[in-house]
Nanobody, 127 residues
Framework: QVQLVESGGGLVQAGGSLRLSCTAS????????MGWFRQAPGKEREFVAV???????YYANSVKGRFTISRDNAKNTVYLQMNSLKPEDTAVYSC?????????????????????WGQGTQVTVAS
C-alpha cells in the first residue's frame, strides 16, 4: 500500500506561482511512476504531468512550458512547480502513483493507469 498526501494549494493571482508537494509513504514508493491530475468543477479529471522513478517527464500541452514536475526520492516527495498560472488552471490537483510498467511514458496520461491516489489540494487562480 502507498499513501499519498498533497499540500501547497491555495489562492493565487493570475500570473503567479505555486508549488504543490505530494509525499508518499509505504513500501517501495520511490519506485513508482508519479503523476499529477486535476479536476475542475463539472469537468472530467485531466492529466497534467508525470515523472518516472528516474527523471523522464511528460506534460499535457496545456501546461507545457509553465509547469515542472520533479521528485526527491530521498524524501519520497514529488513536486509540481506551477508558474504563469491562469484562471483556467483552477482545479483540485491530485497526485497518483502507478506500479504499472510501460516503455511509453504517454501510457501514464490516463487515470486508469494509476494504483493509488491522494485526496487532492485546491488551486484557485483569480483573474
Amino acid at each position: 500500500q502507498v499513501q499519498l498526501v498533497e499540500s501547497g494549494g491555495g489562492l493565487v493571482q493570475a500570473g503567479g506561482s505555486l508549488r504543490l508537494s505530494c509525499t508518499a509513504s509505504g513500501r517501495a514508493s520511490s519506485s513508482y511512476t508519479m503523476g499529477w491530475f486535476r479536476q475542475a468543477p463539472g469537468k472530467e479529471r485531466e492529466f497534467v504531468a508525470v515523472i518516472r522513478s528516474g527523471t523522464s517527464t511528460y506534460y499535457a500541452n496545456s501546461v507545457k512550458g509553465r509547469f515542472t514536475i520533479s521528485r526527491d526520492n530521498a524524501k519520497n516527495t514529488v513536486y509540481l512547480q506551477m508558474n504563469s498560472l491562469k484562471p483556467e488552471d483552477t482545479a483540485v490537483y491530485s497526485c497518483a502513483a502507478s506500479a504499472q510498467g510501460s516503455t511509453w511514458i504517454g501510457f501514464y496520461a490516463s487515470p486508469g493507469r494509476y494504483d493509488y491516489w491522494g485526496q487532492g489540494t485546491q488551486v484557485t487562480v483569480a483573474s
